[in-house]
């Protein structure tokens, strides 16, 4: 019994992820194909669905929540999500200011 | 050049590309060094194989030691192989300090060119297979044995990774006979090593080594840190890990972030030499600052990649031999993933003068410098810990001692070196080398010579020589600071580096000194080399097959010395910090478990031996532009791992009455064992038992 209520829940979380994860790309397909917004927005519109995506898979799928049993891999991610910005951040910095100062 | 049926056979290689041939064809003092160095490699390839061969001892080798998955052996094997590149890069040194005392005024013993091949192998070998395979061996023997696990997460990896480390190594040595070395420096920037400058065979030989290191570093990075979050006995708790996994775990991290820049690096390079790609080129777009970019990307977090393991063995050593508990494992800990973090963002100091403005210079110069505060954390707590501690002089506790005040000279340079104006003024010259050696040889290189000596009798049974290792210790230290004392002083009158010969009379004294330094530094590898065949010869009076030498206090010294392949008869229940020597405190240390049970160990694969070959292979045929052997072997790679894929039949169980009987035979041992006060620890009455452990 206490199974297949175990089953439903996470039949039910996947299902809401699926849904959550359709619902946002079919957002983002749909501000692009019927102009919904200027041009730079909807760049910063597809950009931020793209984040909760993230979010979205991180914790419906991958079950990366704030519970303490998934305490050590929220840690990874936030610090893989860290050094990477650090990376890109800094090498778009550099290479930019090396850029302007050359011409 | 070769054409025809020749190229598509052998590809680039031609009569002149042999050492021995151009020593032949012109024989000048030059050459036949060079080929004196290949004679080396031939001689000693040739007289090992010779060796193996009349001992019969190939199908040991290959059954016990090639294709093990055990990590202690693959560890060893990592050692072993950073001990022969430690050789060859040490006596290039001495060969580039001789040079720089001889060429001043007038021509020296090397041509320019050749100087340049020594200084790019030097720099290379230094940090991607002596340090690298050194540091990487060290954490396979210990820190499964530290967190109590039978094995790390991933024994194949581990065994794969060893072996592309192996087969850049043998491209390394492979340069020596075949061809030239890249002259590009170890970072190898473009656009130098870009085809317009140097289409010869050394830059590609530069890119397909590293990329195999590489490669094989990034793998052991993903391998140790699973182990150390998944594999930890129940109750190892990480806060309550020895400092070295700690570090371990640190390192493996910024392996794994760390070394894709490098990758992506080296092979956009090679998409530039082979394919004729614009990435770092001078005309058609390319960007050369991208790689400088990238390459210290990597570059910086491969200093502390470089520098924590040896943190680690410090904290261990000094707790150990100070008879006391660290001194602030909290603040240790925080300090050491503060320097993970921040060795991040510090890149730009390895290219202040490429011309960004000076806001982004500051920021980087100010990042800089917040890395010593963790560092100096970290000094006082190893002082605080012999503090009133009951200190003993041993060989790895003179080396810590030596590391404590020689890096904090070299840390000083470095806050000297952070500051942009003043890194005008000395960058590129020896004041830097001064400062790079002073970090790493003591921050590197006396921590992994005191995790040898330290686990030595643990690996094998026995202890090292006390007095040898103290000769080497002697030499070690005092031809440090003559050997690059006098490069901080040269780089402040303005020599610059990698310089085959000058015309400054002044620079003539501080460079005889230096050479003097180089030899003692060789005297110090030699007498390491002596100490082992003297402690070889004698180790039955220095057996400790207690196995608890130094009365330590990590799980790793409560077993059998050497240890049994599972490592643990039965896993240990981890209640404190330090729970052997709390065990030994309570006189349960030596308790025989309730019950034995079957144990599950990986079986052995050809499959770490055979990718190496085959990498190798396939770099090899890169490199000489011998396209059927790159491909065939590219194929070969993937067949092999296609195969395994197959392989089901992966574990071999040990029976319980099998543990059970090694066991309780080693249980005898501690009970026949006589228990030794700490004054006689380095005589031949310890046999590994500490006194009142067995009570």
Known sequence: MDQQHAYRRQLRTYAIGFVSALVLTCAAFATVRFHLAPPQTAIGIVFALGLVQIVVHFRFFLHIDLERSARDDLQLILFSTLITLLMVGGTLVILANLHHRMM | ?695
């Open chain 2, 1 to 695: 050049m070769v054409h025809g049926a020749w190229f598509w056979l052998l590809g680039r290689i031609d009569l002149d590309s042999f050492a021995f041939v151009r020593a032949w064809r012109e024989p000048s003092l030059d050459r036949l060094i060079a080929a004196g160095a290949a004679a080396m490699v031939v001689l000693g390839a040739i007289a090992a194989f010779a060796i193996i061969t009349r001992m019969r001892k190939w199908r040991y080798l290959w059954e016990n030691w090639f294709t093990s998955l055990d990590h202690k052996k693959i560890g060893i094997l990592y050692i072993a192989l950073s001990g022969v590149m430690l050789t060859r890069a040490v006596i290039e040194a001495v060969l580039m300090r001789m040079q720089q005392a001889v060429a001043v005024n007038q021509p020296g013993i090397v041509k320019p060119e050749h100087f340049g091949e020594l200084f790019s192998t030097h720099g290379s070998i230094m940090i991607f297979f002596m340090a690298m395979p050194f540091l990487i061996g060290l954490i396979n023997y210990v820190m499964p044995l530290q967190i109590g696990a039978r094995d790390v997460a991933f024994p194949l990896l581990n065994s794969v990774s060893l072996w592309m480390t192996v087969g850049g190594a043998v491209l390394m040595m492979a340069s020596l006979v075949i061809g030239k070395f890249s002259t590009g420096g170890w970072s190898g920037y473009p656009p130098y090593t870009e085809m317009a400058f140097n289409s010869g065979v050394g830059p590609d030989y530069w890119i397909w080594a590293v990329t195999l290191s590489s490669l094989g570093t990034m793998m052991t990075g993903i391998n140790f840190a699973v182990t150390i979050y998944k594999s930890r006995a129940p109750g190892m708790h990480l806060f309550r890990m020895p400092l070295f996994c700690w570090t371990s775990l640190c390192v493996s991290i910024l392996m794994i972030f760390a070394m894709p820049p490098l990758t992506v690096a080296t092979a956009l390079l090679a998409l530039d030499r082979y394919l004729d790609f614009h990435f770092f080129t001078n005309d058609l777009g390319g960007n050369m600052m991208n790689y400088a970019n990238l390459f210290w990307l990597f570059g910086h977090p491969e200093v502390y990649i470089l520098i924590l393991p040896a943190f680690g063995v410090y904290s261990e050593v000094i707790s150990t031999f100070s008879s006391k508990r660290l001194y602030g494992y909290r603040s240790l800990v925080y300090a050491t993933m503060a320097i993970a973090v921040l060795s991040f963002t510090v890149w730009l100091h390895h290219f202040f003068t490429m011309g960004q403005n000076a806001d982004i210079n500051a920021f980087f110069g100010v990042a800089t410098m917040t890395i010593g505060i963790p560092t100096g954390v970290k000094v006082y707590d190893w002082i605080l810990t012999m503090y009133r501690g009951r200190v003993r002089f041993t060989v790895p506790m003179l080396f810590s001692i030596a590391f404590i005040v020689t890096f904090v000279i070299g840390g000083m340079s470095g806050i000297m070196l952070a500051v942009p104006p003043l890194d005008y003024v000395v960058h590129n010259t020896l004041f830097l080398v001064a400062h790079f050696h002073n970090m790493l040889i003591p921050g590197l290189l006396y921590g992994m010579i005191a995790g040898y000596q330290f686990w030595f009798p643990k690996a094998f049974g026995f202890r090292l020589d006390e007095r040898w290792g103290r000769i080497a210790f002697g030499c070690w230290v005092s031809g440090f600071y003559l050997a690059f004392m006098p490069l901080y002083v040269l780089g402040a009158m303005g020599m610059p580096r990698r310089m085959a010969g000058v015309f400054q009379s002044e620079y003539l004294p501080w460079l005889l000194v230096a050479a003097v330094g180089g030899f003692l530094v060789l005297a110090g590898l030699v007498a390491l080399f002596v100490q082992l065949w003297v402690s070889i010869r004698r180790r039955e009076e220095a057996s400790v097959p207690v196995g608890d030498p130094w009365d330590a206090r990590s799980l790793e010294w409560g077993i059998a010395a050497p240890p049994p392949e599972y490592n643990f008869a039965h896993i240990p229940d981890i209640e404190t910090r330090d729970p052997f020597y709390a065990a030994k405190e309570h006189g349960t240390a030596y308790d025989p478990p309730r019950h034995y049970d079957d144990i599950e160990m990986p079986k052995n694969s050809k499959v770490g031996p055979l990718l190496g070959i085959a990498g190798a292979a396939c770099a090899f045929g890169l490199v000489w532009y011998i396209w059927w052997l790159a491909a065939a072997a590219f194929v070969a790679i993937w067949g092999v791992v296609i195969a395994r894929s197959f392989v089901r039949d992966i574990y071999k169980t040990i029976p319980a009455a099998e543990v059970a009987r090694e066991h309780q035979r080693w249980l005898s041992q501690v009970a026949a064992a006589r228990g030794i006060p700490r004054e006689l620890e380095t005589t031949p009455a310890n046999q590994g038992l500490a006194e009142g452990a067995a009570a």
